[in-house]
Every structure is written in C-alpha cells, then in structure tokens.
C-alpha cells in the first residue's frame, strides 16, 4: 500500500469522501431547519485577533488559558485560530453596523474551530460546529426560540437518547453577590478541593462544578447554586423560558450545576447531552450573552446563541460515512453498451437524479457489486439486444422497463 510518513497532525483528521456526505447531510437539514426560522448564514475568518478572544471569551476560561492557536503574524501581529464563533460574530455585528439593521438580527454559521485540547474520543484539535446567533433581543422567546431549534435539528437527525439540560446565571450584578456565597463555601471546605480549583477559587470558582476528582464533587454537592438565588428579573425571564419550553412540548431538566466553558454567558444557559457518549457527551449548547456586545466597545445589545459539534453529532447518530444513496447505476452488459450507458446517466443527470457509470472496465458482476457498494437504489442493466432491466437493490426485484419509462419508474 502507498503510505507516507506524513500524517495529519494530531487532534485533526481528514474528511473523506463517505464521511463527507453524512456531514453534508447534517449541515443542509440544520441550514433548512434554521433558514425556515429566518436565520441568514454568515461566514468570518478562521483566525481574528487574538485580543478578541482574550476580551470575549475571558481570561480565566481554559480555552484562552490553555487552548488557543496563538501566534504571531509577518507583521508581529498576536493572531488565534478561533476556538468558537460568537465572539467573531458579535466584532463582525459591529464592524459592519449591523445593530442598525431590524433587530434581532438573526446568524448562523458552521466550519471548523480549533482548540489545544487533549486529543480523545468526540474531542479534536480540529473539529466543526454548527451555531446559531440571535443578537438584539432580551426576550424569554428568543432563548425557547433557538433551545427549540437545537432540539429540532437532533430530531429530525433523528440522534438518539438526547437529553436537554437548561440553567441559569442570572445577570453579572446578581451573579457577583453569589460568587462571593461560593468563594467562601469553597474556601471553607478548601481541604477537600482538587488543587486546580482550589488556584482558581477566585478566578473561575463556578468552575468547581465541572471537577472531576472525588473530593471536589462531594464538597459540591452540597454548594450553594444559582438557580436557587435567582431573583427578580433574572428569575422572571427564567421561568418564562421554562413554561415557552413546556407549552411547545420540549422536556428539559433543570440542573442547578450547570456551568459552561465561556465566560460571556448570562442568565439562560444549556446543554444538549447524549450520555451514552462517554467523557464528551456535550453535542450542542449555548446560552445568552447579554454583555458580551458591550464588552467588545458596542452599545448594550442582548443577544443568545448555540452551537453544536458535527463530530459529536455524527457519533451519537453512529454515522462514520455510509452510502452514496445514488438513485441509480447504469451497468453496461457488454462493452457495447458502455456509450448507451452514459448517454442515459447523462439522461437521468439532466432530469435531476444522480447515476453513476463504470468506469474501470468491469464485467457485468463487477458493476453490479460495485453498484451495491456505493449504494444504488436502482441498477439498470443495458441488455446486448437493447434492451433495458431495472433491478431494485434493496428488494433484488428485477424486470423489463421501456426507455421512455425508466424516469417515471425511478421516480415511483
Ligand atoms: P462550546 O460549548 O464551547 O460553545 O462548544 C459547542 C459545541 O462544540 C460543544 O457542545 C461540542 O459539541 C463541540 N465541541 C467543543 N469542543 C470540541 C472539541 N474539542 N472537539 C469536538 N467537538 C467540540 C461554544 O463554542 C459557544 N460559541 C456556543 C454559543 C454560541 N454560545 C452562544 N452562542
């Protein structure tokens, strides 16, 4: 076999051609499922300045502490591979003025996101997201609005055993009187504390509910939550997304120790999980940010979003390629068949379907397992006397159709 030395580096993979088409598949049923909403696509560089990042996201988060792409151009300028899209999203909001458009003005995306991150099962150095963006909108109804669509997409992708789970933050100024509650909750029981979340109980101390270790989650479980402090305008805007969410049917489960990875969140938050995952079950998830324009140089704009993991995705649907799913194969009985075979896929082409033809030289029996391995629907076999057999692949069922008949047949 032709092998080089030269692989992808680690973290990354290739896509190839059978894995393509599925994600293919995921990327349009999300682009139909969020255009239908009145969501217009919207594409930023793969890399921005990485003060962007260090502002947006936030200086305590992993992600800027230990998973950037950082470097520094011919220019001496600090450029990152983006880690996420809403930070680039909401700079390109205000680059090109778009809070003077109708609000909310409404985003989404997809491409690939890169982060320094130990390589395993579900997590990539390289890997892709779908998102979404409703930016200038502080109502309950955009928050149902896009957890709603999230929950369409895994549906009509038909994911297994998928599992929302919805928190909030509350606004920074009541957040900040319970981070002084968990600071020293946190600092009273320090002895039982992992070592990096005792270093960061000033930092980042929600992140205590994301530890790992034994101690840590036993001290958690009795912590202080947010949920529980909620209060006013915080509680009110909570709980009106909860009764959006019942009244439309989508089941969710609070979880008081919620947290996310991005510093930018407020009030609702959520997480699509498929557990049977493992260590990365998190598919899809978001929340709103209503600080994060501001905190860019704009003016005080709401703003809520998602994104979710094609990969993660694929391998909660068990898909890693499959079929082509062509509608139909020509197979040439005999080398004189083979012009008359592309003619008609050429045919079929024009009026929309896919065919394929051989082009390797096979015999009869050749095209024909080569036809079930990409996955034909239909073979139509080009007879030496001219004639035409349709042969179905799933049922093995084969009979004579007239050439004037083939287009109606395979429509059926
Ligand atoms: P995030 O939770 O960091 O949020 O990432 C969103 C999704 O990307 C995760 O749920 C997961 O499926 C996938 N993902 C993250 N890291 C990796 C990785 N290393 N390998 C494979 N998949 C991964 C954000 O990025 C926010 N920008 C979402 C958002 C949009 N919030 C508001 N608007």
Redesign the pocket.
Known sequence: MAKSSYQAPRGTFDVLPADKRVRRRVERVAATILSRAGYEPIATPVFEDTDLFERGVGRSTD?VRKEMFTFEDKGGRSITLR????APICRAYLEHGMHKLAQPVKLYYRGP?F?H?RPQA????Q?H?V???TIGSDSPLADAEAIMLLSDLFTELAVPGVELRLGSLGSHESRSAYLEELKAYLRANEDELSKEVRERIDLNPLRAFDADDEGTRAVMADAPTLVERLEGEDAKHFAEVRALLEAAGTPYEVDPNLV???D??TRTIF??VCPALGA?S??????R?DGLIEQLGGPPTPA??????I???MLAMGEEGGSTGRDAFLAAADDDQRQRALTLAIELRHAGLSAEVDLAGRGLKGQLKHADRIGARHVLILEADGSLQMRDMDSGEQHQVAPGAVLDELAR
């Open positions: 992600i880690p996420e899209g809403t996101f982060r991150e579900g997590r990539f150095r890997f997201q998102g979404l963006e996310r990875g991005l930018y969140y997480s699509f990365q998190e598919i899809g998830g978001g929340g940010y809520v979003g998602w994104a979710a993991g990969e993660r995705i």
